[in-house]
């Protein structure tokens, strides 16, 4: 079986004002950073410079734990949570690179 994807452009949510927005108490998205920037004043995310990034919206819809992964990814992945409406306010809640998940308490810890 032959597969190809021609990548061009940036993905829909490589800007931080452009980000998905994700509903529901679960669910599951799929998407892709080829050819994904990083934003002048983005945060190095789990302190890793890095150099692509995509950004999803999401509020819980109750309170309560929350486990965010990125589990069948084909790369290594980074994975950080912030609270804040424009990327010079961000306020990191969690993040991590090599991590299982993470796993978000009530009191904002990291329980992996």
């Given at each position: 079986?032959?597969?190809?994807?021609?990548?061009?452009?940036?993905?829909?949510?490589?800007?931080?004002?452009?980000?998905?927005?994700?509903?529901?108490?679960?669910?599951?998205v799929s998407g892709r950073n080829?050819?994904?920037?990083?934003e002048n004043n983005e945060p190095?995310?789990?302190?890793?410079?890095?150099?692509?990034?995509?950004?999803?919206?999401?509020?819980?819809?109750?309170?309560?734990?929350?486990?965010?992964?990125?589990?069948?990814?084909?790369?290594?992945?980074?994975?950080?949570?912030?609270?804040?409406?424009?990327?010079?306010?961000?306020?990191?809640?969690?993040?991590?690179?090599?991590?299982?998940?993470?796993?978000?308490?009530?009191?904002?810890?990291?329980?992996?």
């Amino acid at each position: 079986m032959l597969n190809w994807n021609q990548v061009v452009n940036a993905p829909a949510n490589d800007d931080f004002g452009s980000a998905i927005l994700l509903t529901g108490s679960q669910g599951g998205v799929s998407g892709r950073n080829h050819n994904a920037t990083k934003e002048n004043n983005e945060p190095n995310h789990a302190g890793s410079p890095g150099g692509r990034s995509v950004w999803f919206r999401w509020t819980a819809p109750a309170t309560g734990d929350a486990v965010l992964d990125t589990f069948g990814s084909t790369f290594d992945t980074v994975l950080a949570v912030y609270t804040g409406n424009s990327m010079n306010g961000l306020a990191l809640v969690q993040a991590n690179d090599d991590a299982v998940a993470l796993d978000l308490d009530n009191d904002g810890t990291n329980d992996t």
